[in-house]
């Protein structure tokens, strides 16, 4: 009874525990909100996000990968570690130009996605619904003529030579399924229980 005693007096000495402040889940963290920058800009049809630097913002426009992003931000005379929300209207719109034509910048001709085009033989940077459409129109030619190529899309196969074996199957089960081998297995005992037909007699030879 004594050592009970003891102990509850020891449970209500002891101190109340801080209540540790709740930390938010990785995926609802609040961002960083500078003062004085816009939140969302339009470029190329495509809403990006201000708070986020010029280098890797515009990799959300379809059509620019890292070093064309880079690129095109240095040719149009811009910080890339600058935010996309504190730039001016005016360097927003030779930013979309240097965008849409980029070799008039200086930009390397190998970056630049749709060189000596069929139909003009000009060079040209496509993104967004321009690339969109121009892939489409690609893919409605290649169908047109009846290429290898065209016809693979139209069937749905892969295009670049890939092993149809197990890959691209549709979601069927690689090899034989259980249920059909012993379906197949079951035929085959009912057959041999019933058992062989009578032959038919043979015809006599006429002499």
Not at 11 to 30: N, Q, S
Not at 52 to 68: D, M, Q
Not at 167 to 187: L, P, T
């Amino acid at each position: 009874m004594g050592s009970r005693r003891v102990k509850e007096a020891g449970k209500k000495e002891e101190k109340p525990k801080e209540e540790k402040k709740k930390e938010l889940p990785k995926d609802k963290k609040v961002r960083k909100r500078h003062e004085g920058i816009r939140e969302i800009v339009r470029i190329s049809e495509v809403n990006l996000d201000g708070n986020k630097k010029l280098g890797v913002v515009l990799l959300g426009v379809k059509g620019i990968g890292k070093s064309l992003a880079r690129n095109i931000v240095v040719a149009s005379g811009l910080d890339p570690d600058s935010l996309l929300g504190s730039i001016t209207e005016e360097q927003i719109k030779k930013l979309e130009d240097a965008i849409n034509d980029p070799s008039k910048y200086g930009v390397p001709r190998y970056m630049i996605n749709r060189r000596s085009e069929p139909a003009t033989g000009e060079d040209q940077h496509l993104v967004s619904s321009k690339l969109r459409f121009a892939l489409k129109s690609d893919v409605d030619f290649m169908r047109k003529i009846r290429s290898y190529k065209g016809i693979r899309h139209e069937l749905g196969l892969p295009v670049r030579g890939q092993r149809t074996r197990t890959s691209f199957r549709g979601g069927k089960a690689v090899g034989v399924s259980k249920s059909k081998e012993a379906r197949n297995v079951a035929r085959k005992e009912a057959s041999e229980t019933a058992g062989a037909k009578p032959a038919a007699p043979a015809k006599e030879e006429k002499k």
